[in-house]
């Protein structure tokens, strides 16, 4: 219970601030998962409105990065205290899985 | 080795270390199957450098000799260096952190047996029909048009390992991230443990880019699949850039504990605080980074064009800055202390110039227009011996004789240990340093033979008298073990006298439990500050208490041995043999068989009791901590 650590002997401070950040994380959850939906509807838009497919690729490749974030960073937490190590690495892991898609896109010819 | 005296049955030792979780005996069975891998891939370097003494020679053939190089290096990489260093990370690191075990006692054992049925399975290709013969690299169009079952044993054997070595790296992630003892700030690590964890990193991203291309190679060898099939629309190179995604990592997953334990080493000899620890650990981070931007420097002769070859010779160039911190850091750690030459020592003070002569071949290496001049040559074996014999092996033998009494309770000798060092050094420079010439003279690597009067002959001839000076200088390391074994006589906690960090507070070998209370750390090199305050044990951090330990467990070797009977029938079904596809059912079912019975079975482990750990006090066996 990293996240629910009180500073205080104050139980009654605690709460406070408890349900203040408790309120807070709520408000933003949904405020992304509003944002969420609305990109997923923006890929659909995209797709069905026939533009030319070198607009939509990047496009919906770029909100799935941005969606993918939100996941980490606000659905399960990464930003927050104790999440350092394992960001770290997940950072790391796309790194180098990234550094050798580039590769293989760029420097192998088929 | 447990620290409750009692006899026991030859039987039941065996059985003890078969079903073991503890971490240090799991590192005594890395040190004598690495230490055996260790003696085979010795002695196919000896036929190699037998078959290269003279001119023309024909002491074996051509295609056992292509036999002899794949698997010396497949070998001493995969199956002895490797696991040499797992064997010192199990043993030395929780102990340095103050930990009582690994974070996954039962995976870490799993671990060694993998590995051990892995390199098992790979050696058996002697024997049945033919060891792989397409260089430890194992190109892909090279290895797709080997006949027999050789390249067949080289993936299989290599995957069930890797399966291993992943899990020891995440094992010891898990272990330094989360169960360092109180006080143990990460700038306070020791820099074994530092090495221990960046190669581990290395480990958990450098081991998946293998398994994925061994994965594409079985099938392409055993179940009809083309992935590197340039006939059928594959592509080669695919191959070659995941194996060195992995390949160049892996030299640094064996070069940084190296480098750690001669840090250890030199800072416990020269009696002094290690000079610049920030840096070195800055250094070490920096190398486990830019290791996975260098990996094309293995390709430069490939044709990947004048771009990427400049980005990655700039990259491999910016490797020797990190490197050159280390060497400098050493130099000065050694600089106005008051030095002890051991064994040990000495292996350090020499591992300085071996290194840097592998390193500086390095750099000319790395300038990409030159490579196409030393590529697939002797220079690139010497190279490439003198990084690895100059400075892993080196290191092993250093840590051999460092860490022996803490992992066995007895001192090697310290005379034989010279003699053992004056032969290996001497023999290692012989046989190495000539081959740079015999690389820039146009000696191409990988060949069996050569023609006389070439001007090849003496050099040649001068390599293999200096292979026979390193194999006197390891045989005089196992009867040194044999008569250190023999006469048995036990040490004492620190027995070098100047231990610095905190497995030297330990008796030796430590109690099973390691620590009866988890010391507190007070400061980079713990137990040195307690005894500049004229202390001799540790700083408790906590009362005596019941500490909770894992129960011994056969399953790991049963799950590794379920792989290593699925891997036979993998590879005979080629054959079309009515028993394979069984076989490798019945492998796979014991497999996950085991692993179900190990999920379903609670095993709460067991616990220590305080008043157990207080009369052990009694005996004076336990720690003080």
Same mark, same amino acid.
């Given at each position: 219970?990293?996240?629910?650590?009180?500073?205080?002997?104050?139980?009654?401070?605690?709460?406070?601030?408890?349900?203040?950040?408790?309120?807070?994380?709520?408000?933003?959850?949904?405020?992304?998962?509003?944002?969420?939906?609305?990109?997923?509807?923006?890929?659909?838009?995209?797709?069905?409105?026939?533009?030319?497919?070198?607009?939509?690729?990047?496009?919906?490749?770029?909100?799935?990065?941005?969606?993918?974030?939100?996941?980490?960073?606000?659905?399960?937490?990464?930003?927050?205290?104790?999440?350092?190590?394992?960001?770290?690495?997940?950072?790391?892991?796309?790194?180098?899985?990234?550094?050798?898609?580039?590769?293989?896109?760029?420097?192998?010819?088929? | 080795?447990?620290?409750?005296?009692?006899?026991?049955?030859?039987?039941?030792?065996?059985?003890?270390?078969?079903?073991?979780?503890?971490?240090?005996?799991?590192?005594?069975?890395?040190?004598?199957?690495?230490?055996?891998?260790?003696?085979?891939?010795?002695?196919?370097?000896?036929?190699?450098?037998?078959?290269?003494?003279?001119?023309?020679?024909?002491?074996?053939?051509?295609?056992?000799?292509?036999?002899?190089?794949?698997?010396?290096?497949?070998?001493?990489?995969?199956?002895?260096?490797?696991?040499?260093?797992?064997?010192?990370?199990?043993?030395?690191?929780?102990?340095?952190?103050?930990?009582?075990?690994?974070?996954?006692?039962?995976?870490?054992?799993?671990?060694?047996?993998?590995?051990?049925?892995?390199?098992?399975?790979?050696?058996?290709? =002697?024997?049945?029909?033919?060891?792989?013969?397409?260089?430890?690299?194992?190109?892909?169009?090279?290895?797709?048009?080997?006949?027999?079952?050789?390249?067949? $044993?080289?993936?299989?054997?290599?995957?069930?390992?890797?399966?291993?070595?992943?899990?020891?790296?995440?094992?010891?992630?898990?272990?330094?991230?989360?169960?360092?003892?109180?006080?143990?700030?990460?700038?306070?690590?020791?820099?074994?443990?530092?090495?221990?964890?960046?190669?581990?990193?290395?480990?958990?991203?450098?081991?998946?880019?293998?398994?994925?291309?061994?994965?594409?190679?079985?099938?392409?060898?055993?179940?009809?699949?083309?992935?590197?099939?340039?006939?059928?629309?594959?592509?080669?190179?695919? =191959?070659?850039?995941?194996?060195?995604?992995?390949?160049?990592?892996?030299?640094?997953?064996?070069?940084?504990?190296?480098?750690?334990?001669?840090?250890?080493?030199?800072?416990?000899?020269?009696?002094?605080?290690?000079?610049?620890?920030?840096? @070195? !650990?800055?250094?070490?981070?920096?190398?486990?980074?830019?290791?996975?931007?260098?990996?094309?420097?293995?390709? $430069?002769? !490939?044709?990947?064009?004048?771009?990427?070859?400049?980005?990655?010779?700039?990259?491999?160039?910016?490797?020797?800055?990190?490197?050159?911190?280390?060497?400098?850091?050493?130099?000065?750690?050694?600089?106005?202390?008051?030095?002890?030459?051991?064994?040990?020592?000495?292996?350090?003070?020499?591992?300085?110039?071996?290194?840097?002569?592998?390193?500086?071949?390095?750099? @000319?290496?790395?300038?990409?227009?030159?490579?196409?001049?030393?590529?697939?040559?002797?220079?690139?074996?010497?190279?490439?011996?003198?990084?690895?014999?100059?400075?892993?092996?080196?290191?092993?033998?250093?840590?051999?004789?460092?860490?022996?009494?803490?992992?066995?309770?007895?001192?090697?000798?310290?005379?034989?240990?010279?003699?053992?060092?004056?032969?290996?050094?001497?023999?290692?420079?012989?046989?190495?340093?000539?081959?740079?010439?015999?690389?820039?003279?146009?000696?191409?690597?990988?060949? =069996?033979?050569?023609?006389?009067?070439?001007?090849?002959?003496?050099?040649?001839?001068?390599?293999? !008298?200096?292979?026979?000076? @390193?194999?006197?200088?390891?045989?005089?390391?196992? !009867?040194?073990?044999?008569?250190?074994?023999?006469?048995?006589?036990?040490?004492?906690?620190?027995?070098?006298?100047?231990?610095?960090?905190?497995?030297?507070?330990?008796?030796?070998?430590?109690?099973?439990?390691?620590?009866?209370?988890?010391?507190?750390?007070?400061?980079?090199?713990?137990?040195?500050?307690?005894?500049?305050?004229?202390?001799?044990?540790?700083?408790?951090?906590?009362?005596?208490?019941?500490?909770?330990?894992?129960?011994?467990?056969?399953?790991?070797?049963?799950?590794?041995?379920?792989?290593?009977?699925?891997?036979?029938?993998?590879?005979?079904?080629?054959?079309?043999?009515?028993?394979?596809?069984?076989?490798?059912?019945?492998?796979?079912?014991?497999?996950?068989?085991?692993?179900?019975?190990?999920?379903?079975? +609670?095993?709460?482990?067991?616990?220590?009791?305080?008043?157990?750990?207080?009369?052990? +006090?009694?005996?004076?066996?336990?720690?003080?901590?």
């Amino acid at each position: 219970m990293v996240n629910n650590q009180s500073n205080t002997n104050n139980p009654r401070l605690d709460y406070e601030y408890r349900r203040r950040k408790n309120a807070e994380g709520m408000r933003i959850q949904v405020a992304t998962f509003t944002l969420m939906i609305f990109f997923t509807v923006i890929s659909f838009a995209a797709v069905a409105a026939g533009f030319s497919k070198w607009f939509v690729i990047p496009v919906i490749l770029l909100l799935a990065v941005i969606q993918v974030g939100f996941q980490l960073y606000y659905f399960m937490h990464m930003g927050e205290k104790g999440h350092e190590a394992p960001s770290m690495f997940m950072w790391s892991g796309i790194g180098v899985a990234f550094l050798t898609i580039l590769a293989f896109v760029t420097i192998i010819w088929w | 080795m447990s620290t409750i005296a009692q006899k026991r049955g030859f039987a039941s030792t065996i059985w003890d270390y078969l079903t073991t979780v503890d971490h240090k005996k799991i590192a005594i069975l890395y040190l004598i199957a690495g230490g055996f891998f260790f003696l085979l891939g010795g002695i196919e370097a000896m036929l190699i450098r037998i078959q290269l003494a003279v001119p023309n020679n024909d002491f074996v053939s051509a295609g056992f000799y292509n036999e002899l190089l794949t698997m010396h290096g497949t070998t001493m990489i995969f199956l002895a260096a490797m696991p040499l260093l797992l064997g010192f990370m199990n043993a030395i690191m929780p102990l340095q952190i103050g930990a009582r075990d690994v974070a996954f006692p039962f995976i870490n054992a799993l671990g060694f047996w993998l590995f051990f049925f892995g390199g098992v399975f790979l050696n058996l290709s =002697w024997f049945l029909g033919g060891a792989p013969d397409a260089g430890w690299t194992s190109y892909a169009s090279l290895s797709l048009a080997s006949e027999g079952h050789g390249i067949d $044993f080289y993936a299989l054997g290599l995957q069930i390992s890797g399966f291993g070595t992943l899990m020891g790296g995440i094992n010891f992630l898990v272990t330094i991230i989360n169960m360092r003892a109180p006080g143990m700030t990460y700038m306070r690590m020791p820099l074994f443990t530092w090495t221990t964890f960046v190669a581990s990193a290395l480990i958990l991203f450098a081991f998946p880019p293998l398994t994925a291309s061994i994965f594409m190679l079985t099938f392409d060898r055993m179940f009809g699949a083309n992935f590197f099939n340039v006939a059928a629309g594959g592509n080669t190179i695919i =191959w070659e850039h995941f194996f060195w995604i992995f390949g160049h990592p892996e030299v640094y997953i064996l070069i940084l504990p190296a480098f750690g334990i001669f840090s250890e080493i030199f800072a416990t000899f020269s009696r002094k605080r290690l000079f610049g620890y920030s840096s @070195m !650990v800055f250094a070490t981070v920096l190398i486990g980074f830019l290791g996975f931007m260098v990996w094309a420097h293995h390709m $430069f002769t !490939v044709g990947l064009g004048p771009v990427a070859n400049a980005i990655f010779a700039v990259a491999t160039m910016a490797i020797a800055v990190p490197t050159g911190i280390k060497i400098f850091n050493w130099l000065l750690t050694i600089w106005g202390g008051s030095i002890k030459f051991t064994v040990p020592m000495i292996y350090a003070v020499a591992f300085i110039p071996s290194f840097v002569m592998g390193g500086v071949t390095g750099v @000319m290496q790395a300038a990409a227009p030159a490579d196409y001049q030393y590529h697939d040559s002797y220079f690139i074996v010497a190279h490439f011996h003198y990084v690895i014999v100059g400075g892993v092996v080196l290191a092993l033998l250093a840590g051999t004789h460092f860490y022996w009494p803490k992992m066995f309770g007895t001192m090697l000798s310290e005379k034989i240990g010279k003699f053992t060092f004056f032969f290996f050094f001497v023999g290692f420079h012989l046989t190495f340093f000539v081959q740079h010439f015999l690389g820039l003279m146009g000696m191409p690597r990988r060949v =069996w033979t050569f023609l006389p009067g070439q001007g090849l002959d003496t050099g040649n001839l001068v390599s293999s !008298v200096g292979a026979a000076f @390193m194999a006197i200088g390891v045989v005089s390391l196992l !009867v040194n073990i044999v008569i250190t074994t023999m006469k048995n006589e036990r040490v004492g906690n620190d027995p070098w006298g100047d231990g610095r960090t905190l497995e030297w507070a330990l008796p030796s070998p430590a109690p099973f439990y390691n620590f009866k209370q988890l010391p507190l750390v007070r400061g980079l090199d713990a137990y040195w500050l307690e005894k500049m305050e004229g202390k001799d044990t540790l700083t408790p951090a906590e009362p005596i208490g019941d500490i909770h330990m894992p129960n011994p467990s056969f399953v790991p070797v049963v799950i590794s041995f379920g792989l290593f009977v699925a891997a036979f029938g993998a590879m005979y079904q080629v054959d079309d043999k009515p028993w394979a596809i069984p076989v490798l059912i019945i492998g796979l079912a014991i497999t996950f068989g085991a692993m179900l019975y190990r999920s379903i079975k +609670d095993d709460h482990g067991f616990h220590i009791h305080k008043e157990d750990l207080m009369e052990d +006090d009694d005996d004076n066996k336990g720690v003080k901590a």
